[in-house]
Every structure is written in structure tokens, then in C-alpha cells.
């Protein structure tokens, strides 16, 4: 009794941080004409795509509309400074807590930095759109949009701390639920042949997010041997093993991949340079070239967040360090050798599926002309299915270790 008291002091705290989270973006900053600014960005490719990971906050300019952005896009830069500054790294692995402590308190300081020039390009961009644009509205809005970012950051991180699940990973769960029955209400079933249409889109949707689960949770396990078991017969343990995850960026390159293929349809809207329409639309209307580019990005990105979240001479040096070797290959460089080409081989096939799955929108439209999948693509289903079973797997946890903590007492 006393742990599902536990549990559901924890998904209580958790779902109320959320409910005032989503609140928050309805809250309007004042002085805006809403009406002229809503019809302005109706198809900005850049605005809708942002707005899936604000819940519309970029269409509402509420004090919560840059969410939890700023400090996604923090902890991604320190990430890459961790790999290009020594010191950095020298925080994170060798100062132990205290040095994660530390990088943490970088990630917020860069947090506020990245969320003043976020505001800053807000406040400039909604100027046409605003009653009375003058200083004191410029720097109201950037104090507001600032502090709504802080505030999101300190309940994310109340959430992981005293709630169930990371805060981050599912306050953008929440805005991507949000964003689901307002692309129902878009569609309406007229005939038997609509109905029969929906019926199989659900029937490609669940196939599609067993795909996704599949991939989430896919990992290749290399098995490792101590030096104990060396040299001995019928003692090697088949639950000592590294996991390396098919899919080591998860949502990550999908992101990144489809905000760089959405840029040059920005760029068309705001540029009147006659070639560089003409390039762009090469680009943009040749579909096989579209999609070797946009296959060639996703693998790109793969690859970059594969090489930031492992690092094979680390593995190697913890084997060595713990008297663990995987079999038939000698510690050392060759350890190093065989780890690269198995991360590089899992990147290169996980880049595959992505690339597949990130097609499920365009091939829904093309076959159906239906867009009601649309602000449920790729990116969310991933994300949707990565932050579930991260959540589950927390709240299975946690029932166990309270549950093994009380046998102890």
C-alpha cells in the first residue's frame, strides 16, 4: 500500500507540472494582433514544424511558448562541447557527481543565454504583428518569453527529480499529443470509401508503430568475458554483454534531417533571388533528388549522435579497467577496431529504417491525398513510442526496488 501511495504522489505531481505547462501557452502575451499573425504563418513549413514540439506555442506567443526548447537545444551544445573541450570531458568522467553537477549548472547558464536570442528573434519577428512596437515592448517580451523558458526548465526538472519519467521527454510528449485532435477535427468521413481508407490507415499506423518499437528497443549484444572466466570451460556467462542500440540517436537525426530539408522552403518565402528560386525549386520538386538528400542528412546525423553518445576507446578502457574482454579480440587497439565497425554497421542500418519510416507521411498523402497524419509524423511517432516505454520501464523499476527495499527492512 505504502508504495502505490509512493507512485501516485509521483504521477500526481507529475501530471499536475504538466497541466500548468500546457496552461501556459494559452497565456497570451499582450499587445499582439493574433488574428493578422495566425493568418501570416497558416503555412510557414518552419512554424508548423516547431509547433509540434511547442504544442502550438509559436502560433499562441503565450509566456510558456518556447517550452523546453532552449534547454534541449543547451544540453545538445554542451554535448558537443564535452567532446571538443577537454576540460569538459574531464567533467563529466572523472569528477563523478560533482562534475555532473557542475555541466548540469553550464546547461542551465547556456539555457538562459539560448532562450534571450530565441525571444529576442520572436519579439522582432511578430513586430509587423504588434499594437504598439516600441523598446519597452521589445524588452517586456523578452523578459516574459525568458522567464516562461526558466520556469519550464526548473518543472522538467522537478518532474525527473520528483515525478515519474524525464521532464523534458515528456513535456514534448505533451505537446505532441495536443497536437493530435486538433488533425482529426480537419477530417471528415463523407463515404464507405473514406471509412474503408481510415480503417487501413489505422491498420499502417500500428504496423508502423510496431516498427518504431522494434527499432527503440533493437540492440546488438556483444558478449564480454572477465579474465576469471579465461582459459576455463562451461563459465562463460551468457548476461555479461555491451547492448549497442540499433537506433543510438533516436529521434535526434529525423529532427535535425527534416528542419534542414524545411529551410529552403523558408528561404523561398523570404529571398526574391530569381536563381536561387530556380535552384531551390530543382531541389524541392525533383522527388528522387528530395529524398536522396533527405536519406544522405538522416545518415549523416546518425552518425554524428552515434559518435557523441559512444565512444569506443572508452568502452575499451572500462573493459579493461573492470578485467573484461570481449572474446577473440585482443584488448587494446583491436577492441577499439571491432567496436567502431559494429557501431558503424548498427548507425548504418538504423539510419535505413529511419530514412523508411520517415517516408509514412509522404507515402500516406501520395496515396491517400489524406493529411490527417500529418502533425503525427516520423518524428513524433518515435518520440511518442521512445518517452512510453522510458516511462514504463521507470515506473516497473521503481515498483521493484520499493518492493525489494521493503523485504530488506
Known sequence: MDIKNKLSKKIFTTIIILF???MGIFIPIPGINHQD???????????????????GGFSTIGIFSLGIIPYINSSIIIQLLIKLIPKFETLQKDEGEIGKQKINQITRYFTVIWAIIQSLLIALWIKPYTFN???????????????????????????????????????????????????????????????????????????????NIIIQESKRKISIISAKQIGKINTF?????????????????IVFASAAITLPKYILLNNQNILLHKSMALILSNIPLYLIIYS??????????????????????????????????RPGIETISYLKKVINKLTFIGSIFLFLIAQFPF???????????????????????????????????YIISEQYDNIIE
Open 133 to 211: 512596437w516600441n523598446n519597452y515592448f521589445l524588452i517586456d517580451s523578452i523578459l516574459t518569453l525568458t522567464t516562461g523558458s526558466i520556469i519550464i526548465m526548473w518543472f522538467s526538472e522537478i518532474i525527473t527529480e520528483y515525478g515519474i519519467g524525464n521532464g523534458s521527454s515528456l513535456l514534448i510528449f505533451q505537446n505532441i499529443i495536443s497536437n493530435i485532435p486538433q488533425n482529426f477535427k480537419n477530417y471528415t468521413i463523407n463515404n464507405k470509401d473514406n471509412i474503408v481508407i481510415l480503417f487501413s490507415l489505422i491498420i499502417f499506423s500500428i504496423s508502423i508503430l510496431i516498427i
Open 363 to 397: 507515402i500516406i498523402f501520395n496515396v491517400t491525398k489524406i493529411n490527417i497524419f500529418q502533425g503525427l509524423g516520423t518524428t513524433s511517432l518515435l518520440i511518442l513510442v521512445g518517452v512510453s516505454i522510458d516511462t514504463a520501464k521507470q515506473i516497473q523499476t
Open 37 to 55: 499573425f495566425n493568418a501570416s504563418i497558416k503555412d510557414n513549413g518552419i512554424i508548423n514544424f516547431l509547433n509540434i514540439f511547442s504544442g
Open 296 to 329: 544522405i542528412l538522416i545518415t549523416i546525423f546518425s552518425y554524428f549522435y552515434s559518435s557523441i553518445i559512444l565512444n569506443p576507446k572508452d568502452i575499451a578502457e572500462n573493459l579493461q579497467k573492470m578485467g573484461a574482454s570481449i572474446p577473440n579480440i
Open 237 to 253: 556467462n551468457a548476461q555479461s554483454y555491451i547492448p549497442l542500440k540499433l537506433n543510438q540517436g533516436g529521434v535526434m537525426p
Open 20 to 22: 500548468i505547462c500546457r
